[in-house]
């Protein structure tokens, strides 16, 4: 399970057509801020290149949607840091969260995007789902964010005990994705099952889509 998650190995052959991932940096502009990621594709895979999925869940916080001043979020598989990095710039204190190995890479963003004053709202820690849960609080946090970190089957009971562990009745549940193989459906349908869920984001440009997710419904929420 541990080298099938998160961590992919670089195969030039695979990645016809993606050369936005081989470039050193990407940049974008959230939050009034200008963010410069690193990118770092060839040594740690997919976890250390910035996905669309993230931009765009990025995007709908910006939006407004959701208020995060002052808000406890946790980030799952954040990978490059840029969406824990943008709730941290609305106001949010958030726990930036990956695999052990993966959390160099990610710290080294987060302290070069953040101003010093916000650094404290930030935590990088370790989380491989399903292991080691009592590490992190049940009901601590309001928000529970997610970017493209459904696309391999084998991890999806780890990540539906990872998220049943982190909710209470509060938490909500905000996941990213594209839609792209029966796999991705499936997860829909396990996360439905324990869950209350609903698509409240579409972007075409990109074919991603944001799903809101929360463990009891609220109907005037929700």
């Not at 969260?97 to 963003?109: I, K, V």
């Not at 562990?165 to 990213?176: D, K, Q």
Request: aromatic fraction near 10%.
């Amino acid at each position: 399970m541990d080298n099938k998650m998160a961590l992919v190995p670089y195969d030039d052959s695979a990645v016809w057509g993606l050369q936005k991932f081989h470039k050193s940096s990407s940049v974008y502009h959230f939050a009034n801020h200008t963010i410069q990621i690193k990118q770092n594709w060839k040594q740690l895979g997919v976890a250390a290149v910035v996905w669309d999925a993230a931009v765009v869940l990025c995007t709908y916080l910006e939006m407004g949607s959701i208020d995060l001043q002052g808000r406890s979020v946790i980030e799952l598989g954040a990978g490059t840091g840029l969406l824990g990095i943008v709730a941290t710039l609305l106001g949010a204190h958030v726990t930036i969260t990956d695999r052990e190995a993966a959390l160099e890479f990610l710290e080294s963003n987060v302290q070069a995007n953040l101003p010093p004053d916000l650094q404290p709202r930030a935590v990088v820690k370790e989380l491989t789902w399903g292991r080691n849960l009592g590490n992190f609080s049940t009901g601590k946090f309001d928000f529970i964010l997610g970017a493209d970190i459904i696309y391999l089957e084998d991890t999806f009971a780890d990540l539906l005990q990872t998220l049943e562990h982190l909710c209470s009745e509060h938490t909500v549940i905000l996941l990213s994705c594209r839609i792209r193989y029966e796999r991705d459906q499936n997860f829909l349908e396990m996360l439905k099952g324990r869950f209350s869920v609903r698509e409240v984001h579409y972007d075409p440009s990109k074919d991603v889509r944001v799903f809101k997710a929360q463990r009891s419904i609220h109907k005037e929420d929700f």
